[in-house]
């Protein structure tokens, strides 16, 4: 007997230990539905659910409970192995790819970083940064990581607010 996604669904929905009582839960329900289209799904379900002898239907009830479960369970462990993922990476703090200060006269260098230690003059231990800074600047941040407090992990030459990545990263030379 074949059984629409649907139909599948409302089954997991009402499903009971017994076809008797998966099958009642459902016509019970019939009364309370007042979309016609969950209506017909729900009755259609009941119908060739009462068809299918026991214990033949019982186990088909019991295999779809546990195919939904699983999918959602499924569905929430990627959601929550996704997230695990993200807060491996630091968030990325401090200037925006398209904000102001990557187009400014003076803007000749773009640099991402980690914070080492709280005595960082930016963040806090274990946060990542974007900044875009002029010459002057940049050579604070080099003098900082010398000092340990920051790790630049990436460098571009910025020119007119066009970046110029580094074949190999300036401060590994």
């Known amino acids: 007997m074949q059984f629409t996604k649907s139909e599948l669904e409302m089954i997991y929905k009402y499903a009971c230990t017994t076809k008797e009582d998966t099958v009642k839960a459902m016509k019970e329900a019939l009364s309370a539905i007042g979309d016609e289209l969950t209506y017909i799904i729900i009755r259609n379900a009941a119908e060739k659910l009462g068809k299918l002898p026991e214990p033949e239907c019982s186990r088909f009830i019991a295999d779809n409970k546990a195919h939904h479960i699983e999918k959602s369970e499924r569905s929430v462990l990627r959601r929550l192995a996704e997230a695990k993922e993200r807060v491996k990476q630091p968030v990325l703090q401090g200037h ?49 990581e010398k000092r340990g407090e920051m790790k630049i992990r990436n ?14 990263a300036e401060h590994d030379r």
């Open 96 to 144: 925006d790819l398209s904000g102001i200060e990557r187009f400014q006269k003076d803007t000749r260098h773009m640099i991402v970083f980690d914070v080492l230690n709280n005595d960082s003059p930016v963040g806090f231990k274990g946060e990542r940064y974007r900044l875009f800074l002029s010459d002057a600047g940049y050579n604070i941040a080099r003098a900082s």
């Open 155 to 168: 460098h571009a030459a910025v020119a007119a607010g066009k970046l110029y990545p580094d074949k190999k």
